[in-house]
């Protein structure tokens, strides 16, 4: 989950410096509980929508959106994108904020996946979702990546026809893992878990050709 801080960087980073959430599209993969979309709602986005595949974080941001009774329209579609291609037509949204998910192992076909679709499976699940958004975006992306990936992420976004900024390197702190046999991992009680922090790289890709 993207903390209120992170958030707050991100959204005030690309509304003050890049104009690029006031009276814009945007677009939210993998929204979760809604920090990033309602965020851009509350700084005057125009129209904005989440894709996430946890039905209990989507409850939860449905929850957020009525809490804060937004005048922006959020619409929120539940959606696996590691096996299926974004449901919008292509270069149809101004701006992405995404805070993706951090795996970086290869994604397996033999989850199901679509023959359609392979292309998006190469690399960790935070480029699966890079790709999804360098499809949908006319302007500009604005995500979340692990500091150690920064090469592999800057080579990518490249061959996307991206031009990237590392704006920052902040630090994010996930659950601790722990290896509780060989074959299963799980985090402490959520009362009593240890947080790992990990640097992330603060980034903003820029379309280069929207045709």
């Given at each position: 989950m993207t903390t209120p801080h992170l958030a707050a960087r991100m959204l005030y980073t690309a509304h003050t410096q890049y104009d690029d959430i006031e009276n814009s599209i945007i677009g939210d993969l993998g929204i979760g509980t809604g920090m990033l979309s309602i965020?851009?709602?509350?700084?005057?986005?125009?129209?904005?929508?989440?894709?996430?595949?946890?039905?209990?974080a989507l409850d939860l941001c449905q929850q957020n959106c009525q809490t804060f009774d937004l005048t922006t329209s959020l619409d929120?579609?539940?959606?696996?994108?590691?096996?299926?291609?974004?449901?919008?037509?292509?270069?149809?949204?101004?701006?992405?904020?995404?805070?993706?998910?951090?795996g970086t192992k290869p994604f397996s076909s033999s989850l199901g996946a679509d023959e359609g679709t392979v292309d998006y499976m190469l690399?960790?699940?935070?480029m699966i979702f890079l790709k999804h958004a360098s499809q949908i975006a006319?302007?500009?992306?604005?995500?979340?990546?692990?500091?150690?990936?920064?090469?592999?992420?800057?080579?990518k976004a490249n061959e996307l026809n991206?031009?990237?900024?590392?704006?920052?390197?902040m630090q994010f702190?996930?659950?601790?893992?722990?290896?509780?046999?060989?074959?299963?991992?799980?985090?402490?009680?959520?009362?009593?878990?240890h947080l790992k922090p990990i640097e992330v790289d603060f980034i903003r890709f820029e379309i280069k050709d929207v045709n």
């Open positions: 965020a851009s709602c509350l700084m005057g986005a125009n129209f904005c929508f989440g894709l996430d595949y946890d039905q209990d929120i579609l539940r959606c696996d994108l590691r096996r299926t291609i974004v449901p919008f037509r292509h270069r149809t949204v101004d701006t992405i904020v995404m805070n993706p998910p951090f690399g960790g699940i935070d006319t302007n500009s992306i604005y995500s979340l990546h692990k500091t150690v990936t920064r090469e592999y992420i800057i080579k991206m031009k990237t900024d590392v704006i920052a390197v702190d996930i659950p601790k893992l722990e290896k509780k046999s060989k074959y299963r991992q799980t985090t402490t009680d959520v009362s009593n878990r």
